[in-house]
């Protein structure tokens, strides 16, 4: 025990042994957070205050629950299955599976990802004749899913106007599409199981009864609904031990709620208040920038971060004229690093938005230097990957009609529109899902469909008493899928990814200890504790033992649980030592030996929808503050003058968030070629060698773009009222030139040269 706590400074040791009592533990970025959680829990354990069924954790993402899982197994080495350690999505599909009769859903409820709920939405819409430019599928995602977040029903909103009632309406019917086809959203999870804990005191009592510490990390983020469901699940005699930052609060554009940190020191009477000052990750360079960033903020708590660490290498900035000099740029930092020895997993690629990727992607498949995207095009969103799953859905399911849908005429079965508006026809009619409305069709339409029941019955008869793999092996064979891909011409790669889809089972069964023998559907045996009738036998039997997942769920279920849950985090071929490229959003909680921060540009990051508002820009700021902070050694910060993105050519200022940084941590790679965004003064910087030759590339100018004689597509210049600013495009000659100039937080003008007076930078 000693051991556990030994390397812990003063503060953290007395957050670790705090009384079981609630706490907030308010720390910036790198303080050990999230070290001290974990430490805390094996020091309950150890010490026997607790019994791993007395304690739950939420983490932000399930591969931190995976980290502090593993990192408690060296802690305290414990069967730490049965710990309910996960997010807030994971937990509540653990509770939902244990009393999904109390909670009205079918036992084998499939999850909607993202993508699926956009389907299903439209989906919804085209069969009850919505307009869906009148009513984008989009917005209704958001507005249902904003709906969830506050715990509002369709059937509680008061709608202010038609437009409004139209949106609630079609959520009221979305919410019944759903309940009708057995499957659930992110939000559902969560509102689901807050209603299931409010309607039912004897299942809430009991497990405010069972949970005597919960621990949250990254607690800035909660959202409303979150906070909600902790309160449920929290009794008189629960600890909550809360972690977080609020310099790192970058989810209010879903519903997060830093005043939660507030609301939880009233409601939970917390008086137990500790902070933490000490960075352990970055070096001091690094920090300084990142407390300097910061600073610019005005709603903050207010904290302070020092380092005992060196200042260490300055922070490199590399100032591009385009996106692929950036990405040439980077390529070059990145083999000097690896030169010098650090491996490529320790190095991370961040960017603001998801679209940047591409282009970074390109220059490393091109180096030849491997590299995993982490979001982006995930391996379970890939088209071939969600077909399989979707069979295999419709296995567990049949009455996934969105699955159902996906497959029912893919590989080309001769299933067209026709038919399958028939079967909706008569789905509606007869109150059935589309699955059960097949009998109801007759003729050719019915012929057709009946060979797709033919083949789904075949499989879940074959499979019956088979493990995982050889379960999805066969439906891959079966459904066609692995045939149909065979004869495609570039098919060999989504091949190679159903195949990757098997390993993917065989790795995740043993990971979440399911014996590899077990069959892959539900046996009775399995469902003997949930099925008697009374919650409290399952609620009992997991009290005592620990029951872990395998228990409460079959192997397909759980699987396809992780694909829909799990899918955003990772791809397939961990494993391999590769560069990592994420968003910056999903590096929260991370740390790398060495960090890009790519695309600081006004407009792009600042990102242009968030930068006109005060809050949305200090949001965006918190942002880069995370950035930051994830760098332990080495930072690199770029941008690009121009850069080719949703298939537009722009002409970039650079952030502004570099005019927050001090100037004596950074390192300009570049003479300073263009301007900051206006109003920023003039940087005095000493003069570095001149770019690279690949640099030396002529800009590209769209056609459409005039030229002038005495100005320039590119060019910085000067406005009296409006600051510097890019121009984007000339036209006209002679006296008679007009020019669109991007004055980035001023926006775009179009100026008549001959009038403004403009002067070249
Ligand atoms: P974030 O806000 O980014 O989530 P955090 O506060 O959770 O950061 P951790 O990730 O827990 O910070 O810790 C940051 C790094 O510092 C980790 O590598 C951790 O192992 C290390 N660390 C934390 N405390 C100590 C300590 N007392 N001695 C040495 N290293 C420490
Ligand atoms: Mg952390």
């Not at 960033?293 to 380092?307: M, S, V, Y």
């Not at 390529?331 to 000097?336: P, R, S």
């Amino acid at each position: 025990m000693d051991n556990m706590l030994e390397n812990l400074n003063p503060e953290q040791l007395a957050a670790v042994t705090l009384p079981s009592q609630s706490a907030l533990i308010l720390a910036g970025a790198g303080s050990g957070k999230t070290r001290v959680l974990t430490t805390r829990i094996a020091w309950l354990l150890k010490t026997g205050q607790v019994s791993t069924s007395g304690i739950m954790a939420v983490t932000f993402t399930n591969k931190a629950a995976k980290e502090m899982m593993s990192r408690l197994s060296t802690l305290f080495p414990a069967n730490t299955r049965g710990l309910w350690i996960g997010t807030f999505h994971g937990l509540c599909n653990r509770l939902l599976r244990l009393h999904y009769r109390e909670a009205a859903l079918p036992q084998a409820f499939n999850i909607l990802d993202t993508q699926d709920q956009l389907s299903t939405i439209k989906r919804l819409l085209k069969t009850n004749n919505i307009d869906d430019e009148k009513f984008p599928p989009r917005n209704l995602m958001y507005f249902i899913n904003g709906a969830k977040e506050r715990g509002f029903r369709a059937s509680v909103i008061e709608a202010q106007d038609d437009y409004e009632r139209k949106m609630v309406e079609l959520y009221g019917l979305y919410e019944e599409q759903c309940q009708r086809e057995g499957v659930v959203d992110f939000g559902e999870l969560l509102l689901r199981s807050c209603e299931l804990l409010e309607k039912n005191p004897v299942l809430r009592e009991h497990y405010q009864e069972r949970f005597r510490h919960i621990l949250v990390d990254e607690f800035q983020d909660t959202n409303n609904l979150q906070y909600k469901w902790l309160k449920l699940m929290a009794g008189n005699n629960t600890a909550i031990f809360a972690v977080g930052d609020d310099d790192q609060s970058i989810y209010a554009f879903r519903g997060a709620n830093v005043g939660n940190m507030l609301s939880f020191q009233h409601d939970f009477n917390v008086q137990n208040l500790i902070r933490l000052e000490q960075n352990y990750r970055s070096h001091g360079n690094i920090l300084e920038a990142a407390n300097t960033l910061i600073a610019h903020n005005t709603h903050r708590l207010g904290k302070n971060l020092h380092t005992d660490a060196g200042e260490g290498e300055p922070i490199r900035v590399c100032e591009a004229p385009s996106d692929l000099n950036e990405v040439q740029w980077i390529l070059d930092e990145v083999n000097h690093l690896i030169g010098d020895g650090m491996s490529r997993s320790e190095i991370a690629v961040l960017y603001r938005s998801n679209a940047q990727s591409r282009v970074i992607e390109h220059g490393l498949f091109s180096a030849g230097i491997p590299y995993r995207v982490y979001g982006g095009l995930r391996f379970f969103e890939r088209a071939e990957i969600k077909h399989a799953i979707a069979y295999l859905q419709l296995i567990d399911n049949p009455d996934n009609n969105a699955a159902f849908l996906r497959v029912v005429n893919f590989p080309a079965r001769g299933i067209g529109a026709r038919t399958v508006e028939q079967l909706q026809e008569m789905s509606r009619i007869h109150d059935v899902s589309l699955y059960g409305a097949i009998p109801y069709v007759s003729g050719k339409a019915g012929t057709a469909l009946a060979s797709f029941v033919r083949i789904i019955q075949t499989i879940r008869a074959e499979v019956k008493e088979m493990n995982l793999p050889s379960l999805i092996q066969t439906t891959l064979e079966k459904s066609g899928l692995l045939l149909h891909y065979q004869s495609e011409k570039e098919g060999a790669d989504r091949i190679e990814n159903l195949e990757q889809l098997v390993s993917a089972a065989t790795l995740f069964l043993s990971e979440e200890g399911f014996s590899l023998e077990a069959p892959a559907l539900l046996t009775e045996k399995m469902t003997d504790g949930l099925n008697a009738g009374n919650p409290l036998l399952a609620v009992d039997s997991v009290i005592g033992a620990d029951i872990p997942l395998p228990m409460i769920m079959s192997p397909l279920a759980a699987f396809l649980t992780h694909a829909s849950l799990e899918a955003g985090e990772n791809q397939a071929d961990e494993g391999q030592d590769a560069l990592q490229l994420m968003t910056v959003h999903s590096a929260k909680g991370l740390e790398f030996d060495a960090v890009f921060i790519t695309g600081l540009e006004e407009g792009l990051f600042p990102h242009e929808n968030s930068a006109r508002e005060e809050d949305g820009l200090e949001e965006e700021r918190r942002l880069m503050y995370v950035a930051i902070t994830r760098a332990k050694k080495r930072l690199y910060l770029s941008y690009a003058q121009t850069r080719m993105l949703h298939g537009q050519m722009r002409y970039n200022l650079s952030s502004r968030f570099f005019s927050e940084l001090p100037d004596r941590n950074l390192k300009w790679l570049t003479p300073r070629k263009q301007s900051m965004y206006s109003g920023i003064p003039q940087r005095k910087r000493e003069p570095v060698a001149q770019f690279d030759k690949s640099f030396a590339v002529e800009k590209q100018t769209p056609a459409s773009f005039g030229r002038n004689s005495e100005w320039r597509i590119g060019e910085t210049v000067f406005h009296k009222k409006f600051g510097e600013g890019v121009i984007v495009s000339l036209e006209g000659q002679g006296t008679a030139v007009r020019a669109n100039i991007n004055f980035g937080r001023q926006g775009m003008k179009l100026l008549d040269l001959s009038i403004a007076k403009l002067e070249h930078v």
